[in-house]
């Protein structure tokens, strides 16, 4: 079935360009004004899209699909709706790809009903990381709703679908009002594992960000500008798909609600800068500037709709994110970009180029990305978790999904398919 996929893939790809939509038949071509550098990226979209779906994306004997995240075998609710994203418009010619999508959305209300605040799981359903990271409640909203969108097939929103996005909202109502009424506790945080103290704000807590690494300040801000996004998508859901006015209202007041807690107490002065976001708050007046890799970052606002690419203050962050400014931006030999505490002083994450490129207005900058992005390869044709910048054969992670798919995420979007960027 797998090698089917491909195969239907590579024809899709190339009817799209004998009909003029935009995509070529060798998806690398065109993407740069260098043949050479082309051919080395070509290579990487079909590594990274084949690989994705052969070898990460698992049909089980339930009927659910499951999702690793490469070498670690476990399921993360993000990774998995990130690394299934490329192939929505496919799915919309191919039962199989459409019967994986599915699966991939029936398998997370499972988890999501097992324990709203784990952010990974094993195919077998048990718990294997407890860290509440709230952007892993959001991602298969996210997903799920850009499936249906793109595809019409309202077949995914299970009664079981529906219990799991509403076990989502009540947990951010819960975790809105963290000190009151939460039980959430974990021994990485401060505070007899509570976390470090907060004020209410209308954001909701989360303990980790989407690194997996603790939270400084517990009020994320990419992770509540995603929230509010979603919140948004949910509300539509529920009055077009479930028919459902109070919930509907619910999860847009709920948008509304953190945006206003975004924009109260998410932004600061910074020279020379002016006006930018916070990567962590705590409603208090502490603020965490800086920003990481993984997404939602500051860097990701436009890829997941919050603002757009011309937004003055996205505009500033995003100036501020990619200068010496940001501790965990580095300047290497052969790359340069936003890495991440979660590994070494100097590695740049293929994840933030290929973000820097979707939201970048200026083509020579993508084409710059493009070059880090191909020197990352150090043979096996695959983007890593993170590399060295001034010796990209140092890297971490032999194998991981994420960086994968966004990369073909990318390549689509810059052939013409609008799968990256709403």
């Known amino acids: 079935m797998l090698n089917r996929i491909r195969n239907r893939f590579l024809a899709f790809v190339l009817a799209l360009s004998v009909v003029g939509i935009g995509v070529p038949a060798r998806a690398g071509e065109g993407l740069t004004l260098s ?17 994705t779906i052969q070898r990460h994306a698992l049909a089980q004997r339930d009927g659910t699909t499951y999702v690793s995240t490469g070498d670690i075998d476990a399921e993360w609710l993000r990774d998995a709706s990130e690394t299934v994203r490329p192939y ?39 718990v294997v990381e407890h860290k509440f990271e709230v952007d892993s409640l959001l991602y298969p909203i996210w997903f799920s709703y850009d499936y249906y969108k793109q595809t019409g097939d309202r077949s995914v929103f299970t009664p079981e679908v529906r219990r799991a996005f509403d076990r989502v909202v009540a947990t951010l109502r819960d975790e809105q009002h963290h000190a009151q009424r939460s039980h959430y506790r974990n021994p990485q945080l401060a ?28 009020f994320n801000i990419p992770d509540n500008m995603f929230a509010s996004v979603v919140m948004r998508d949910l509300s ?49 007046g502490h603020a965490n500037v800086m ?47 936003i890495g991440s505490p979660h590994t070494p002083h100097g590695y740049v994450w293929p994840l933030a180029l290929c973000v820097q490129a979707l939201t970048a207005t200026d083509d020579a900058e993508v084409n ?55």
Not at 253 to 260: D, K, T
Not at 315 to 331: G, Q, V
Not at 381 to 410: C, G, I, K, M, V
């Open 35 to 51: 043949p050479t550098l082309n051919a080395k990226l070509n290579v990487l979209y079909l590594t990274a899209f084949d690989e």
């Open 88 to 126: 929505i418009a496919l799915s919309a010619h191919d039962p199989d790809v459409a019967r994986t999508l599915r699966g991939v959305v029936a398998r997370q209300a499972k988890y999501i009903l097992i324990d709203p605040y784990a952010n990974a799981f094993s195919s077998n359903y048990h």
């Open 191 to 218: 505070n007899n594992g509570r976390g470090s103290p907060v004020r209410y704000t209308g954001m909701v807590w989360t303990g980790f960000r989407p690194s997996d690494d603790p939270a400084r300040y517990h």
């Open 291 to 337: 920003d990481d890799a993984n997404i939602p970052s500051l860097l990701s606002i436009p890829y997941f709709g919050y603002l757009p690419k011309t937004n003055s203050l996205y505009k500033a962050t995003r100036k501020f994110a990619l200068s010496d400014r940001n501790p965990y931006f580095f300047r290497g030999k052969y790359a340069q970009g």
């Open 368 to 422: 710059r990305v493009f070059g880090w992005i191909a020197v990352s390869d150090v043979g096996d044709h695959r983007l890593h978790e993170s590399f060295n910048s001034d010796w990209p054969e140092a890297y971490t992670r032999e194998d991981f999904a994420w960086p994968n798919a966004l990369y073909a995420q990318l390549v689509l979007a810059r052939r013409g398919q609008a799968y990256a960027q709403r």
């Open 236 to 284: 539509a859901l529920e009055r077009d798909v479930w028919h459902d006015g109070r919930m509907s209202a619910n999860a847009w007041g709920l948008s509304v609600e953190i945006q206003r807690g975004i924009e109260q107490y998410g932004t600061l002065e910074l020279a020379p800068f002016g006006r930018i976001y916070a990567y962590e708050v705590d409603g208090r």
